[in-house]
C-alpha cells in the first residue's frame, strides 16, 4: 500500500522510504518485547489468540498494552486467561485498512480506561476515526450491519420479489451503495453466514438477528459469491452477469385513478401529480368509483390490511410506496386478488412521467425499503439502549465502515 500510494505521488519518496525501513518483519515473538502496543491479526480460534497473549504477557513491559484486531471473538474470553486483562482490548480495523477510516476500540469487561484512552489518541494520530465500544457479539459494526441483510433474506424467504429488484430498490429509492445481496456477495457467503449465525447465537436467538434457510442452504452449496464465480448473481472474471428485470407490460389504460384521503398530505399531493402530470383521468371523490382504481399509501402495514381499513374493492386497489426517494423508481404493490391489469395499469401511468422505473412487488407489511430501514434502526436503537456504543459513534460507525446514506 506504501508502495501505491508513492507510485501515485499521495506518498513523496522520502516519506515512503522512511516507513519501508521502519517495517520489520519477523518470526520470533520474543523481538516483540519492547514494544508499546502489540496489535494481534491472527485466525479466529478463542484458543490460538489465548496462546499467543499468553506467550506475549511473558515477554513484553508490564506497561505494554496488547489488542486484538478479532471481529467476532469476545475481548473478555481473550484476556481471561491474562494476569492483566486490564492491558488487553479490542482495536478492530477494518479491510482495507488504509481506506476504511473507521476503527472500533473494544473495552473487555477488565479493561482500564487509561488502556481504552490510549488506543482511541493513537487511532486519531494515525488518521482514522474511533469508537468505543463495548465488548458484545459482533461489537457496533458487525451488529449494526445485520439488519440489511438479515431482513434482505426475510423478504426473498417470504417470496415477496427477487434478490435483483431488493437490491434495486435499497439503491434508487433507499440510497444506499448497495443492497443486500450485492454486498453478500463482494463480502463472500463463507464470511457473511458464519457471522449472522455466531452473533445470533451469542444474543441468545434475538429475532431480529435470526438467519434463514435460504442463507444456510446457499452457504452449504459453496455458492459464496464473487470468489466463486457465483452468489446471488452469476460472475465473469470477476464482473457480474447483469439480468435484465421483468418489467409490467404498457396497457391502455381504461380506468380512472384515485387516491386515498388517509395518505400523508404531501405524499398525497405527491401520487396526484404524478396522475395529472401523466394525463390520465383524476377522480378526486370522497369514494373511488366504480371505474376508479384505487390507490393507497401504507406506513408499515400491507395493502390487504389497508384495503380492509378503508373498505375498498380489494381487485382494484394498489400501493405505493411514498417514505423513500420517488424520483428514479416507484414501487408498487398489490393485495393477493390485485387484478394483474389493475396493477399495469397504475404502472403505466407512472411511466408517462419522463418513463420512470416502476418496481412490482408482492403484498408485504412495510414494502422493501420501510422493512430494512425499519430493522436498521431498531438494531441500532438496541446497540445504544444496551449502552454498546453512543448515538453519535453508532452513526459514524453506520457511515464510515458499512457506507450507508
Not at 474470553?77 to 482495507?96: K, T
Not at 399509501?297 to 382494484?316: M, R
Amino acid at each position: 500500500m506504501l508502495q501505491r500510494a508513492a507510485e501515485k505521488g499521495k506518498l513523496n519518496e522520502d516519506d515512503f522510504q522512511s516507513a519501508s525501513k521502519r517495517l520489520k518483519i519477523t518470526n520470533d515473538l520474543k523481538q516483540l518485547g519492547s514494544s508499546d502496543l502489540v496489535i494481534e491479526a491472527i485466525v479466529e480460534r478463542l484458543d490460538i489468540k489465548q496462546s499467543i497473549f499468553e506467550n506475549l504477557e511473558n515477554l513484553v513491559s508490564p506497561e505494554c498494552i496488547l489488542a486484538s484486531n478479532t471481529s467476532s471473538l469476545s475481548v473478555t474470553s481473550i484476556a481471561a486467561i491474562s494476569d492483566s486483562p486490564e492491558r488487553i482490548a479490542g482495536f478492530h480495523f477494518f479491510n482495507p485498512v488504509p481506506l476504511m477510516k473507521l476503527v472500533e476500540v473494544v473495552k473487555g469487561i477488565r479493561t482500564s480506561e487509561t488502556t481504552i484512552n490510549q488506543l482511541n489518541l493513537l487511532a486519531s494520530r494515525i488518521g482514522h476515526n474511533p469508537v468505543i465500544v463495548t465488548d458484545s457479539p459482533g461489537f457496533l459494526v458487525n451488529h449494526c450491519g445485520r439488519g440489511l441483510v438479515t431482513e434482505g433474506l426475510r423478504i426473498l424467504s417470504e417470496n415477496i420479489t427477487n434478490p435483483e429488484t431488493i437490491d434495486t430498490v435499497m439503491r434508487e429509492c433507499g440510497g444506499f451503495r448497495m443492497g443486500p445481496f450485492e454486498l453478500m456477495d463482494l463480502t463472500g457467503l463463507d464470511v457473511t453466514y458464519p457471522a449472522t449465525e455466531q452473533i445470533y447465537q451469542q444474543y441468545f436467538h434475538e429475532p431480529r438477528l435470526r438467519p434463514t434457510p435460504i442463507q444456510q442452504r446457499r452457504y452449504q452449496a459453496g455458492l459464496y459469491g464473487r470468489k466463486v464465480g457465483e452468489g446471488f448473481y452469476k460472475y465473469n472474471v470477476n464482473e457480474r452477469q447483469i439480468i435484465s428485470q421483468a418489467e409490467a407490460q404498457q396497457v391502455n389504460i381504461s380506468s380512472a385513478f384515485w387516491v386515498s384521503y388517509k395518505c400523508d398530505t404531501v405524499w398525497r399531493e405527491a401520487i396526484c401529480n404524478l396522475i395529472k402530470a401523466s394525463g390520465c383521468e383524476f377522480d378526486s371523490a370522497d369514494k373511488p368509483s366504480e371505474n376508479s382504481i384505487a390507490i393507497v399509501a401504507p406506513l408499515g402495514c400491507d395493502v390487504s390490511t389497508a384495503t380492509v381499513n378503508e373498505g375498498l374493492i380489494a381487485e382494484k386497489t394498489v400501493g405505493i410506496e411514498t417514505l423513500f426517494n420517488m424520483d428514479n423508481r416507484i414501487v408498487l404493490m398489490g393485495n393477493p386478488v390485485t387484478q394483474q391489469n389493475v396493477i399495469e395499469q397504475v404502472a403505466t401511468m407512472i411511466r408517462k412521467n419522463d418513463n420512470r422505473a416502476v418496481s412490482i412487488i408482492n403484498d408485504s407489511p412495510g414494502f422493501i425499503t420501510q422493512r430494512i430501514i425499519a430493522t436498521i434502526i431498531n438494531i441500532a436503537c438496541d446497540i445504544a439502549q444496551q449502552g454498546i456504543a453512543s448515538p453519535s459513534d453508532i452513526d459514524k460507525a453506520a457511515k464510515l465502515a458499512l457506507g450507508y446514506p
